[in-house]
């Protein structure tokens, strides 16, 4: 086991039209629209926001905005460059000239990239005594050292202070391309015009070469190996990583079935009813599967009093080790999957959630046709697929387990 300090928190010194996929909505007021551009290499770089492009300076560009009640923002995470575009119906055309500004003519303004960076700043400060931070950024650089996965999600203090305005514009010149391109839309907009919409925005970007998935998932490093950053607090943050299932391998669905028995169920898994409803030991205690670009694996964790966190941890792994010798039992199966297939019509209630749910597709690899594949891919699952998987799974037991407090006993 492994012993940190936490860092401190010092303030710095200084369109390809056949990759788009469209769900029209007739009728609605309200339109929503997505896009995602593949490979963000450096998180530290995430002061680019909608706030001045082409002749408008930041005032100028935020004021366009509010006054036609319109919603413009970008995100990079682990895998992609995001960005999301909400608005009224008689709105869209503001909308789309907004859009095509931020993307084609971003400014960079000296005075707009130092306000954000402070920002961001601010909150990476924040984040150098927050437990849950601590653990994630710590667990994550254990588990891919050397790699972008390694890194901080939001950057370091150090590396965003550093950025400068010709550095980001350079960024936004190798970054948005067409060629790794997806743009869902959904709405009151046909597909005839947001075909011709699409050729505006995105003509102007370089063509740039599409990533190709991965045959297989970056190892985890530090298997079977526990770290733990003190900090002077009553509660521990626990967080564990063990091997997990890329996005399209045969198994994943019947992995899915397998989490949600262990720890992906809010109140029925086996690690709620274990840790929580039988001992006490936590508030909550959850498992899900990560399927990224370059890595699949299983995460889990849960936060409790420093001198109950080693029965915790325990009782986790004994969990798991029971699924795999024994894996689950026939009743846990077919209700995990009731549960997976009957709650999928709760993604598609908002037009943001349907665009989320069709992006998170399209950037998966999936066609809009999965939407009618999904759910017999998951009655299709048998007890004997979810106990194999277990096995493949959990067969050695080896975790990567982080810890961020003062916990007694944790080995």
Same mark, same amino acid.
């Given at each position: ?13 200084s369109?390809d039209p %056949?990759?788009r996929? $469209?769900?029209?909505q007739?009728?609605?007021?309200? !339109?929503?629209g997505r896009?995602?551009l593949?490979?963000?290499t ?6 680019w ?10 005032e ?9 009640a319109?919603s ?6 682990r ?7 909400q608005t009224?119906?008689?709105? #869209?055309d ?21 306000r954000?960076?402070a920002?961001v ?6 984040q150098?005594?927050?437990p849950?931070?601590?653990c994630?950024?710590?667990l ?5 050292p050397?790699?972008a996965?390694? #890194? ?7 590396? /965003? ?5 010709? %550095?980001?514009?350079r ?12 743009? &869902?839309? @959904? !709405? ?8 011709q919409?699409?050729?505006d925005?995105?003509? !102007?970007?370089?063509?740039g070469q599409?990533?190709?998935?991965p ?5 985890? %490093?530090?298997l079977g190996? $526990? ?7 009553p509660?521990? @943050?626990?967080r564990?990583i ?11 669905f019947?992995?899915t079935?397998?989490n949600h028995i ?5 109140f029925?898994?086996r690690l709620f ?8 030991l ?16 299983l995460?889990?964790g849960t936060? $409790?009093?420093n001198?109950?966190v ?5 009782v986790i792994?004994?969990e798991?080790?029971? =699924? %795999? ?6 009743h846990? &199966?077919?209700e995990a999957k009731r ?7 709760l ?10 749910e069709l992006?998170? =597709?399209?950037v ?8 009618a594949?999904r759910?017999?891919?998951f009655a299709? /699952?048998?007890l ?8 493949r799974?959990?067969?050695?037991g080896r975790?990567? &387990?982080?810890?961020?407090?003062r916990? &007694?006993g944790?080995a």
């Amino acid at each position: 086991m492994t012993v940190a300090q936490p860092p401190d928190a010092q303030p710095p010194e200084s369109l390809d039209p %056949a990759r788009r996929t $469209t769900q029209d909505q007739l009728e609605r007021a309200v !339109g929503e629209g997505r896009l995602t551009l593949d490979e963000f290499t450096d998180r530290s770089a995430l002061v680019w926001k909608a706030q001045n492009a082409g002749e408008l300076d930041a005032e100028a560009f935020q004021g366009r905005m509010a006054d036609h009640a319109i919603s413009l923002s970008f995100d990079a995470r682990r895998d992609d460059f995001h960005g999301q575009v909400q608005t009224l119906s008689r709105h #869209r055309d503001t909308a789309f000239e907004l859009l095509g500004l931020a993307l084609n003519a971003p400014r960079f303004d000296a005075d707009a990239v130092s306000r954000v960076k402070a920002q961001v700043i601010a909150g990476l400060q924040r984040q150098a005594q927050n437990p849950d931070a601590l653990c994630r950024n710590a667990l994550f650089a254990a588990a891919f050292p050397g790699h972008a996965y390694g #890194r901080p999600e939001r950057g370091e203090i150090a590396s /965003v202070g550093a950025l400068q305005p010709e %550095a980001l514009k350079r960024l936004t010149r190798d970054l948005l391309t067409r060629g790794g391109l997806r743009f &869902v839309a @959904v !709405g009151d907009i046909t597909a005839t015009e947001l075909a011709q919409r699409l050729d505006d925005l995105f003509a !102007g970007l370089p063509a740039g070469q599409p990533r190709t998935m991965p045959e297989a998932g970056l190892p985890i %490093a530090d298997l079977g190996k $526990t770290h733990v950053v003190d900090l002077d607090v009553p509660q521990t @943050v626990l967080r564990f990583i063990g091997p997990g299932l890329m996005r399209h391998d045969p198994d994943f669905f019947a992995g899915t079935v397998l989490n949600h028995i262990l720890g992906g169920s809010a109140f029925t898994s086996r690690l709620f009813m274990e840790v929580r409803e039988k001992r006490g030991l936590a508030y909550g205690v959850s498992s899900s599967l990560m399927p990224l670009r370059q890595s699949g694996f299983l995460i889990g964790g849960t936060s $409790t009093r420093n001198d109950r966190v080693a029965e915790s941890m325990t009782v986790i792994r004994e969990e798991i080790a029971k =699924l %795999a010798a024994e894996g689950p039992s026939e009743h846990e &199966v077919e209700e995990a999957k009731r549960y997976i297939i009957g709650s999928y019509p709760l993604r598609f209630d908002t037009s943001p959630k349907i665009a989320a749910e069709l992006l998170g =597709l399209a950037v998966s690899g999936y066609g809009p046709e999965f939407l009618a594949e999904r759910n017999r891919r998951f009655a299709e /699952v048998t007890l004997a697929d979810v106990r194999r998987v277990a096995s493949r799974l959990f067969g050695d037991g080896r975790l990567l &387990v982080q810890a961020v407090g003062r916990p &007694v006993g944790l080995a």
